[in-house]
């Protein structure tokens, strides 16, 4: 991409309305724009990297054995009155009457949704276990929202809703899922702690929160230092295994969100115990029957009866990770983006566009890194050099390669690392070998 045709409206101002550096670093970098309370629209930066996160979410999804489908946003009333939540859900639910006087409402969340498909079209235990999942906005009329996408009105999530037979297979469905949540986080380079959480208007008795520690963090979560040294999930998984052993190892330690929380009954010494702010990144919930019962989702078992499935629901905050990410990486320079999210591997700088050498050196890397897949926004703008490299810092692209009149000259360039500063000078050749290997 190149910066002189790019939609990149950068702030040089700090915006007075944003409380937080991630909604104030994703308001500087031209990520996203505000339309209304809680609402916002992604520009092309901003829009890369929720692209990024959704897809590592997607491959860790399918890897655990997961199906992708779709659903609307526009829910029809009638299927959460089958649940009784229609009354239950309160003033955050978006309800709207279509032409006909019908109520229909903005999905919060999909379980009736995916019930009523689900009771459609499985009616043998032969069928099960499956887990169906979905990548889809949400809309919640919150109290506050605030901290720019971190507590939007309109967000994006994942939700996957697992079917099982019986307590035992749900119970393994939630292990795969909590695995594979482990992996995602890990994925973009986050620490997510898994705590044991209050289930909420989802409803059920097993729950946990994935929460990334942070002093922007909207809830406070309490846990024994032993969990906080754990290094995170990297390992292949074989989701077929018994992954209760993995799940025991995490859940061993005491971690707790503030509702479930009691100090009267807390097993860690109020001297060892950490105390921390916590962003909710994901929310895993099993919940029995809770809703194939009141909606009639059964399959005949092994024995011909029928019996309601049993399910669990798995959210990720796939756009409030755009946040979380962040605010648990950046310095007071701007973002820096961990390799697997960034909105491009490499930023390419031209120090002196309009000098023929620095235009013919830059523009061959450019078309030689995109020959190669490397994705690389290219700053061939006539600016100052200074300004070129606060705003490649800013945007937090995690490799700068630099190319100037006095080291072409050498017939080297630079490259430097976000995250570190580290810089070196290279060959052109050195350089493109070590982006492209
Ligand atoms: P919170 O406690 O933060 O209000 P929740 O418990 O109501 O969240 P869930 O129903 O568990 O949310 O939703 C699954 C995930 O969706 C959450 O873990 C979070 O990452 C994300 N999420 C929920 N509400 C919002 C919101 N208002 N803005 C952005 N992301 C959200
Ligand atoms: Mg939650």
Not at 118 to 142: C, M, T
Not at 269 to 285: K, Q, W, Y
Not at 339 to 363: E, R, W, Y
Not at 367 to 394: P, Q
Request: proline letters at 5%; aromatic letters at 8%.
């Amino acid at each position: 991409m190149r910066l002189s045709t790019y939609f990149l409206p950068t702030l040089k101002q700090t915006p007075a309305e944003a409380q937080i550096v991630s909604h104030r670093l994703m308001l500087r970098a031209g990520m996203i724009r505000q339309s209304s309370a809680g609402i916002y629209s992604w520009l092309p930066l901003g829009l890369r990297v929720l692209k990024r996160i959704e897809r590592i979410v997607r491959e860790e999804m399918d890897a655990a054995g997961c199906h992708e489908v779709l659903m609307p946003t526009i829910q029809p009333a009638d299927l959460w009155r089958e649940s009784g939540r229609y009354d239950d859900y309160g003033p955050e639910m978006l309800r709207i009457k279509d032409r006909h006087e019908r109520d229909m409402l903005y999905g919060p969340t999909n379980e009736e949704q995916i019930t009523e498909i689900f009771r459609g079209a499985v009616k043998s235990y032969r069928d099960l276990p499956r887990n169906l999942y979905h990548i889809q906005w949400k809309f919640r009329d919150e109290v506050r929202p605030r901290f720019g996408v971190m507590r939007g009105r309109e967000f994006l999530m994942k939700d996957a809703y697992s079917f099982d037979v019986d307590y035992a297979g749900a119970k393994r469905s939630y292990n795969r899922m909590f695995v594979a949540y482990l992996r995602t986080f890990a994925r973009m380079g986050l620490k997510a702690v898994p705590m044991r959480a209050d289930t909420g208007p989802i409803g059920g008795d097993l729950s946990h929160e994935f929460v990334i520690l942070a002093d922007t963090g909207e809830s406070a979560v309490y846990c024994h230092p032993a969990l906080l040294a754990h290094d995170v999930l990297a390992a292949d998984i074989d989701y077929r295994g018994d992954l209760e052993p993995v799940v025991e190892e995490w859940t061993r330690h005491y971690a707790a969100t503030d509702d479930k929380h009691d100090p009267g009954s807390c097993p860690v010494p109020a001297d060892e115990l950490v105390t921390a702010r916590g962003i909710e990144v994901g929310h895993i919930f099993y919940f029995a029957t809770k809703y194939s019962e009141p909606m009639g989702c059964a399959v005949t078992t092994a024995d011909g009866d029928s019996a309601p499935v049993h399910q669990g629901s798995y959210g990720i905050g796939i756009s409030r990770l755009a946040g979380a990410i962040i605010e648990a990486s950046h310095d007071e320079d701007g973002i820096i983006w961990p390799d697997s999210v960034a909105p491009f591997a490499v930023g390419l700088i031209n120090l002196k566009s309009g000098d023929p050498a620095c235009d013919t050196a830059a523009g061959d890397l450019y078309a030689k890194l995109l020959a190669a897949g490397v994705e690389v926004l290219y700053d061939d703008r006539d600016e100052r050099a200074g300004s070129k490299f606060a705003n490649m810092d800013l945007i937090g692209v995690p490799w700068q390669l630099v190319v100037g009149p006095r080291g072409l000259k050498q017939g080297v360039v630079e490259l430097k690392r976000r995250a570190t500063g580290e810089c070196h000078e290279l060959s052109v050749d050195a350089a493109l070998s070590r982006l492209v290997g």
